[in-house]
């Protein structure tokens, strides 16, 4: 099991920049793929962005490609999200997750084992 604890989140103006950080401890090792989620108030869990933990291929929601990059540091155990000219439909909980065996559908919220408790991002019109 990996526990990942997140961080970086907070209230900015439409435009603005911030960058979530996660922690994974426990059995990273085996990590095969890192991955952030978000939900937004009244709205399902989707995915934002992943990142391959050897190899470094990296995906993107289409709401957010060009705007956001997850890169990953594997020697310290951290994941990050940079978000940039971020929007107000950018609010919501961010999360991070984990899965510790290969799967080709990286954007299923289904397919990651383990979970964050999540980062509240609030974005000000």
């Known amino acids: 099991q990996v526990q990942l604890v997140e961080s970086g989140g907070g209230l900015v103006q439409a435009g603005g920049s911030l960058r979530l950080s996660c922690a994974a401890s426990?059995?990273?090792?085996?990590?095969?793929?890192m991955g952030w989620f978000r939900r937004a108030p009244g709205k399902e869990r989707e995915f934002v962005a992943a990142i391959t933990w050897s190899g470094g291929s990296t995906i993107y929601a289409g709401s957010v490609k060009g705007r956001f990059a997850i890169s990953g540091d594997n020697t310290k155990n951290m994941v990050y999200l940079q978000m940039s000219s971020l929007k107000p439909e950018d609010t919501a909980v961010y999360y991070c997750a984990a899965r510790r065996q290969y799967t080709p559908v990286l954007a299923a919220a289904s397919q990651y084992d383990s979970w964050g408790q999540g980062t509240q991002v609030t974005v000000s019109s």
């Open positions: 426990g059995r990273t090792s085996s990590t095969y793929v």
